[in-house]
């Protein structure tokens, strides 16, 4: 009886020692990916940060204003008109809310686009 209870015990070992083993393995090929995610990362963040700088550089406003000048004609581009931009009527009146603690504008927008629609539109040129 007592060499069977060894036998089982020394079974268990082996059991338990190949068990150990796999998760061993397991924990070293997940080590091997998060490694190599985290120089993917370092990678695509380095290449962000190039592609940052990149369209920093393009969208410097002389380069646009160059562009957008030798390009006019193509792209049916025209200068902007003071009176295009809009005036002071064209601004809601500030209403003081109940408590005082902010404002209060137009309930809605159809508001706001009613009260800039109603002023003449000027000729174009």
């Known amino acids: 009886m007592g060499?069977?209870?060894n036998l089982v015990l020394f079974g268990g070992v082996l059991l338990g020692a190949f068990w150990l083993?796999?998760?061993k393995q397991q924990a070293r090929e997940t080590e091997g990916q998060i490694a190599t995610l985290q120089h993917q990362i370092a990678v695509e963040k380095e290449a962000l940060l190039l592609l940052k700088a990149e369209w920093s550089y393009l969208n410097r406003p002389e380069r646009v204003?160059?562009?957008a000048k030798r390009f006019a004609d193509q792209l049916g581009l025209k200068e902007v008109k003071a009176y295009q931009i809009?005036?002071?009527a064209d601004l809601?009146?500030?209403v003081a809310s109940r408590d005082g603690?902010?404002?209060a504008g137009p309930e809605t927008i159809d508001e706001l686009l009613g009260k800039a629609s109603t002023?003449?539109?000027p000729m174009k040129q």
């Open 86 to 88: 809009g005036e002071d």
């Open 3 to 5: 060499r069977l209870i």
């Open 119 to 121: 002023r003449p539109k």
């Open 65 to 67: 204003q160059n562009l």
């Open 92 to 94: 809601p009146e500030r």
């Open 21 to 23: 083993y796999q998760v």
């Open 101 to 103: 603690a902010g404002d």
